[in-house]
């Protein structure tokens, strides 16, 4: 359903067996591609988030700034290939002729959140960013295209998928909290103590 003007809410986009296949499919992910802390461009304040990356680009976060890049941070190696669940999701929901090239792999524990943002570092502002939640619910925060603007929040919980694109691409959005009371039974250390994994697919440029 459209929740906002180019904003799409797919509530169950996957069922219980495709979310733990997706999550073995994650877990494989961080084996090759380590999670880690990402740090705040010029204040280096750690991020509550850890995050890696899959597909031909990652986006990484650090004193220099914000940016993407081919390699992971820290090992220095390739990003691994984005799961096919994943772009198969892309095909179906991006409405959009070229392949993501990146999928940032958020891991929240019960504390972290996600300050309101937009994401604009790319150059393909015509594709559209799509999200999928595994793991406890969050109060996900949907603002508009100022900082200032007026905001809603709702919950978002495992299996759903969400699309920003069009009118709806640049705005502004967060995690104000986890929900760890509201957890699906899925067993992965990921989502030990009620946490949560969001997967952002991006194209771009």
């Not at 960013?129 to 100022?146: H, T, Y």
């Amino acid at each position: 359903m459209e929740i906002e003007a180019g904003v799409h809410l797919y509530r169950s986009y996957l069922d219980e067996s495709a979310q733990i296949a997706l999550l073995r499919d994650i877990e494989a992910v961080i084996a090759a591609a380590p999670l880690y802390l990402p740090t705040m461009p010029r204040s280096g304040k750690p991020f509550s988030v850890r995050m890696t990356n899959c597909g031909p680009l990652g986006w990484v976060s650090d004193k220099a700034g914000y940016r993407y890049q081919s390699r992971h941070p820290q090992t220095r190696e390739p990003w691994p290939a984005i799961p096919q669940a994943l772009l198969a999701a892309w095909e179906a929901l991006a409405d959009y002729p070229h392949p993501p090239q990146a999928c940032l792999v958020n891991v929240y524990d019960s504390a972290a959140r996600m300050g309101l943002h937009q994401d604009r570092d790319e150059a393909a502002l015509d594709a559209p960013i799509l999200s999928i939640s595994l793991g406890a619910d969050c109060r996900f925060r949907l603002g508009g295209a100022k900082r200032g603007d007026p905001s809603r929040a709702f919950a978002l919980s495992s299996g759903d998928a969400l699309t920003l694109g069009g009118p709806g691409r640049l705005r502004f959005h967060g995690v104000d909290k986890i929900l760890p009371e509201i957890a699906p039974r899925l067993v992965s250390p990921l989502l030990a103590q009620g946490g949560r994994v969001n997967l952002t697919l991006r194209r771009v440029g």
